[in-house]
């Protein structure tokens, strides 16, 4: 064989069955093969297991699909280059002209724009709530058919907890889907819910580092089977190498998620003792307007610390631009600490109402922690509030 020919066919190197790797080989390849023309037939048929093409399913991407509806208590998963891909190719899959999409003002803002400017594109209508009011969203389902209630808990970034037993209720009572974006809470929690959807970003915990990107929607079978063909023909699959590396950091996810939520818990204790700041918003503390809740829904208070500084916008600007430990940064999740003031979280696509709802000011500050030791984190948050 010419050296141009055994470059593009190199020599097969298998693996024995009793002799295997240890951490799954990456599967880089977008093409797989079949021996015959008949076998590849039967898998394109549905007929047999295998692969064919990595834009509809890889061996690395399928065995962290795996790992996250198993964390996730549910039987199906799809992995997407990114959250925001797994958030609106979920509202893509699911809607259709003529529906109603319920959605709230404390949402993600790419999913606010999704419903409200593209879906509506398409003959999409929705109603825009406050996640607090229970009430009003039991009034909307009973008087609009509704296709799908998609929501957060805890909200970002003021942490409010939403009664998860209260709207799941109401909306299979309606015949509505639920779909929550369940990345502020992570895997590991409200899988006991009566949820059809859960849309994670992968970005944040699951991949833990800052370095990779990554979605996930998780639901049972029948409706993952559903949506999956829109999903291929969109094409935003992720890349096997990026499975690879979220599969490496779930690794570490429940070490690094409880690390990170003790840092959390003991700055929020920390921060509501101090005088330049107004309020602490953090699930686990007994201030929270939703304490008792969340004790109920959730196993642990999470890893988001969210306050308001007494000298509004200009103190919360020199507050993080004092913090030594906390990199003023969008996303959270990751090992490392971070800061993100008000200013640069407002929504400006709500109106008066809707930001009265959404509750973030330019005296706002969300703090992601860590796993950096908690003594240092706290030491830092105080020399910055001190010199307030």
Wanted: hydrophobic letters at 40%; charged letters at 20%.
């Amino acid at each position: 064989m010419k050296p141009a020919t055994r470059l593009n066919h190199p020599p097969a190197v298998g693996v024995p069955s009793d002799n295997r790797p240890l951490v799954a080989p990456i599967y880089q390849s977008v093409k797989f093969t079949f021996d015959d023309v008949e076998q590849a037939a039967l898998h394109s048929r549905g007929g047999r297991e295998g692969f064919q093409y990595s834009r509809i399913s890889n061996p690395t991407l399928r065995q962290l699909e795996l790992t996250l509806a198993e964390l996730q208590g549910r039987d199906a998963c799809i992995v997407t280059a990114s959250g925001v891909a797994a958030v609106n190719l979920t509202l893509l899959a699911l809607c259709k002209q003529g529906d109603h999409v319920i959605l709230f003002a404390e949402m993600y803002q790419p999913t606010r724009y999704m419903v409200r400017r593209l879906l509506a594109r398409y003959g999409v209508t929705h109603t825009m709530l406050s996640i607090e009011d229970a009430e009003a969203i039991e009034r909307a389902l009973a008087s609009t058919p509704t296709r799908l209630v998609i929501f957060e808990t805890p909200s970002n970034p003021m942490l409010k907890v939403a009664d998860i037993d209260r709207i799941t209720a109401a909306a299979r009572a309606h015949g509505a889907l639920t779909v929550l974006d369940n990345t502020f809470a992570g895997f590991h929690n409200h899988g006991q819910f009566d949820i059809d959807v859960y849309v994670h970003s992968l970005t944040k915990y699951a991949a833990g580092h800052g370095d990779v990107m990554g979605g996930a929607v998780i639901a049972r079978r029948e409706l993952i089977d559903a949506m999956q063909a829109d999903f291929v023909v969109i094409g935003a699959t992720l890349d096997p190498h990026a499975a690879f590396l979220i599969q490496r950091g779930l690794k570490t996810y429940s070490l690094r998620y409880q690390r990170q939520c003790a840092n959390a818990l003991a700055a929020a204790q920390f921060l509501e003792t101090h005088a330049a700041v107004a309020r602490v918003r953090y699930p686990g503390l007994q201030s929270h307007p939703q304490y008792s809740l969340a004790r109920r829904q959730m196993h642990d208070s999470g890893t988001i610390a969210t306050i308001e500084l007494r000298g509004g916008r200009d103190q919360a600007q020199r507050f993080v631009e004092r913090l030594e430990l906390f990199p003023i940064s969008a996303s959270l999740g990751s090992t490392e600490s971070l800061s993100q003031p008000g200013r640069l979280m407002t929504p400006r696509d709500l109106n008066a109402q809707e930001r009265e709802w959404a509750a973030v000011t330019e005296a706002t500050v969300r703090l992601s922690f860590g796993i950096e030791d908690e003594a240092d984190l706290i030491a830092d948050l105080k020399q910055s509030l001190d010199a307030l």
